[in-house]
């Protein structure tokens, strides 16, 4: 059996990930892939409880360091319930979002440092990586106006403009530390010009001729 390809859709809110992965999802299932589409927080029903309570406005005294935890314990139980066993059959796992989140997230804009946020997500991950993270990248600006149209911020996106480009900042930090996994998809474009961009990334890791 083939063993399946774990691609991870990265980026700050509103980049577009959920829009690219349905639609790659969708080309993908056309061309005959078993393809599992998921998330983090979540993917789970442990890591939707989870994914509840992150997202939360009303909890603003959550601190990063039970963020982080939280990130990891819904990361711990997607990984051995879904993601381990669907590349096991040989399926493409699409996930909006894994490791490299928390590293921008948690180890660069809320400070933590990479360090601790490797350490907490050890037993979490268990070894496992994406074989290719797609960066959805824009200004954050430009893709807080397409977020904003949706109405009710949650508890991360409320974080404000300076934590956003700090997320940002670590993303680009994360690519230039492994640059081999990062493919940089420029998510300024129409959905159709960022998806051509993303058949090209993913294309010659599954065999697919354009
Ligand atoms: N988080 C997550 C951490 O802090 N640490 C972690 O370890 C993990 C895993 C998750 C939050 O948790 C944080 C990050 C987040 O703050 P979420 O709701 O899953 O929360 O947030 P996002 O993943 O950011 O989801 P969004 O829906 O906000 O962003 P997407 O998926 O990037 O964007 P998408 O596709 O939904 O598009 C947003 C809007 O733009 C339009 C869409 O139609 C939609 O209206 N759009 C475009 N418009 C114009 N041109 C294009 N090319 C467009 N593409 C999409």
Known sequence: MNPGLFIAFEGIEGSGKSTQQIRLAEHLERLGHDVVCTREPGGTATGDRIRAVLLDPALAELTPTTEMLLFAASRAQHVRELLRPALARGAVVLCDRYLHSSLAYQAWARRLGRDAVLA??????????????????????DAFSRAAERGRLDRIEQAGRAFHDAVRAGFHAERELDPTRFCTIDATGSADAVFEQVLAAVAPRLGLVS
């Open 120 to 141: 907490a997500n050890a037993p979490a991950v268990d070894g496992l990586l994406p074989g290719l993270v797609l960066l959805l990248d824009m200004p954050v600006q």
